[in-house]
């Protein structure tokens, strides 16, 4: 006789019995005539014997009945409905911990259901961040790959900021795996698939945890993702990418000392409606800005007029949760004050650099310049006169683009280089050098040489031998052109 599927006895013995796991999940996906509702409470309830079904089954082996089961009573449970046992903490820890991936992916709609009831169980035992390992193992053995985006991701995110409470391991899966594939559901769960909301919530609430974590290059990258996300045709942008573009131009500001150039396919719209804001004033008045104003020395300059415009606009700062990553930004403009001066002058005395940065101690001034020391921000000394020596890094040149760029080719517009390295610029000579070599080898080939060589007085024998002998042709030009390549390249730009 075939196990009753409508009472909770009948499906533990399938689920301990059964050797076709797609059958299998097949009943307990199939509610039959009871109705999807009674078939969930059917999950949730207790055996006739009184026992708990999760404490007979292995949570392992018998994954997809347990997630079936968890997943029920843990919904029902937090809806308020009575009669059904809460399951212990312990037993859903250990599942998330060993379940088994393959059984897992039969059924992940259970899975999601599953990961969304954790925030809400962990919350009602009044420790939120008990859910985030739980979490983290549920999005990472779920898929295939790490770089696999679920719909757990973005509820794991959340939970890790509503938390406060963000791990070395999220940080980590951030960074180190950033996504390149969706999951996508089977044809009988069609409605579960991905839209570009969770891609863009994902890449918005990473950013976000970057940025907290100090890791600025990753963040950008993160918000930039976000700013570009791909919606449905002739659809404006969503109102979260407004956000990560605001986001995105502090971190610029924060990280590089001034707002980049935006992605290719970043929203006409979003940029008009940030200019309109407090946000693009403060932006223009940041240090590295190309619109900065006030360059010059006094109350008004740097550092100051920054303060002024949060000042003016806290609230609205505050209102939008922007405010701490704001005071960051009027934190860190004075690095960015000073590595504008290291391109302008060789010595300073901290009084003249305090007047440019707004800050009237001096001793201020010094642990700020010692601070930038020891991050290798800029490489300078200071006396014991107070004069701070800025210099250049190791075997760098000041040059400008029109000075290489017979070495380097033609340049991408905008480009501004106002340092490169011996070594690399050695380089672009000794490519020019072998071109101009390949160039020897096949002018000594051709029959046009051998006129030349013979109408200039070097006779039929002279032009023989090169024909003969390219090699000598390309040794004796490479040593002349790469000898005074390098000698002019030290020359004119101070190298002994």
Excluded at 42 to 67: C, E, F, W, Y
């Amino acid at each position: 006789m075939a196990p009753d599927s409508q009472s909770i006895d009948g499906l533990v013995q399938q689920i301990t019995t059964s050797n076709n796991l797609e059958a299998l999940a097949h009943t307990l996906r199939t509610s039959g005539t009871s109705g999807r509702d009674v078939r969930e409470f059917i999950l949730a309830s207790s055996m006739s014997s009184g026992q708990d079904p999760l404490s007979v089954l292995d949570l392992r082996n018998n994954t997809l009945g347990v997630m079936y089961i968890l997943s029920a009573r843990l919904n029902i449970y937090l809806n308020a409905q009575s009669g059904v046992q809460r399951p212990p903490w312990a037993i859903v820890t250990q599942f998330c911990e060993i379940f088994d991936p393959e059984q897992a992916r039969l059924a992940p709609e259970r899975i999601v259901m599953l990961a969304k009831s954790l925030t809400r169980y962990a919350q009602e035992q009044g420790k939120l961040k008990l859910a985030i390992p739980l979490l983290y193992s549920l999005a990472t053995r779920l898929p295939i790959t790490l770089s696999t985006l679920t719909p757990i991701h973005h509820i794991l995110l959340l939970t890790t900021l509503q938390a406060r409470h963000i791990t070395p391991e999220i940080t980590r899966l951030l960074i180190e795996h950033p996504i390149d594939d969706l999951y996508m559901y089977s044809n009988i769960y069609p409605d579960h698939n991905l839209s570009y909301i969770d891609n863009l919530v994902y890449h918005y609430l990473g950013g976000v945890i970057l940025t907290k974590t100090g890791n600025y290059t990753a963040a950008i990258d993160y918000f930039e993702t976000a700013l570009t996300a791909p919606s449905t045709t002739n659809s404006p942008p969503a109102g979260l990418q407004l956000e990560a573009l605001k986001k995105l131009r502090l971190v610029q500001c924060i990280a590089m000392g001034g707002p980049q150039p935006l992605p290719k396919y970043t929203s006409p719209v979003l940029t008009r409606i940030l200019k309109s804001t407090p946000y693009q004033n403060l932006i223009n008045a940041f240090p590295g800005s190309l619109h900065a104003k006030d360059r010059g020395e006094g109350p008004s300059s740097g550092n100051n007029r920054l303060k002024q415009l949060v000042s003016k606009d806290r609230d609205f700062y505050a209102s939008e949760c922007n405010l701490g990553l704001v005071e960051l930004l009027v934190a860190e403009a004075p690095k960015w004050v000073i590595k504008r001066l290291t391109e302008t002058y060789v010595t300073l005395g901290l009084a003249e650099i305090g007047r440019y940065v707004g800050v009237d101690d001096e001793q201020q001034v010094r642990a700020l310049v010692l601070k930038m020391i020891e991050s290798k921000t800029i490489i300078a000394t200071i006396s014991d006169l107070g004069i701070v020596t800025f210099h250049d890094a190791p075997d760098t040149a000041d040059v400008s683009v029109e000075d290489i760029r017979t070495l380097l080719g033609d340049l991408p517009s905008g480009t501004n280089l106002t340092k490169i390295s011996v070594p690399i610029l050695l380089e672009a000579v000794q490519v020019q050098s072998t071109h101009l070599a390949e160039l020897d080898m096949e002018v000594g080939r051709s029959k046009e040489f051998i006129a030349k060589a013979i109408k200039t007085g070097g006779g039929i024998s002279s032009a023989l031998f090169f024909l003969r002998h390219p090699g000598i042709v390309q040794h004796t030009r490479f040593r002349y052109v790469y000898g005074w390549s390098r000698k002019w390249v030290r020359t004119r730009w101070g190298f002994s």
